[in-house]
């Protein structure tokens, strides 16, 4: 009987073992010019894989709401991302912010699980 492999892990695993991405930067000639050479044909692979851009929009961005808790403002924020399609966002933030507008952020993207954005900003109520 044939040899035969029922395993996905098995099978990704073989596939991988001496797979090489087709831009991959290996530091070969190792100067700034082949890593300049090398990103610029990744940004332009990149760039034809995503296809066009949406065309820019007026982000119209609104606050449905703004609380106060735990030593943070948390707001719902919503603004237009590209013609027909708005995109809800959680924005937490200090009540003070410094004269020059300056604040520190972090950028947190949530997953396509189950679980969605509201446990990422520390909301289990959904």
């Not at 948390?74 to 020059?100: I, N």
Request: hydrophobic letters at 35%; one cysteine or more.
């Amino acid at each position: 009987m044939a040899e035969r492999n029922f395993s996905m892990v098995e099978y990704f695993n073989r596939r991988a073992k001496d797979w090489r991405p087709e831009l991959s930067f290996d530091g070969a000639g190792d100067t700034l010019t082949d890593w300049k050479r090398w990103q610029s044909a990744a940004s332009d692979k990149l760039n034809e894989l995503l296809g066009a851009y949406p065309l820019p929009v007026d982000m119209n961005a609104e606050v449905e709401y703004s609380v106060q808790r735990n030593g943070l403002i948390r707001e719902r924020v919503v603004f237009d991302s590209e013609e027909g399609m708005s995109v809800p966002c959680t924005l937490l933030k200090l009540p003070t912010v410094d004269g020059d507008g300056s604040a520190p952020a972090i950028l947190c993207c949530h997953g396509h699980g189950p679980y969605g954005k509201e446990p990422v900003v520390g909301d289990a109520s959904s």
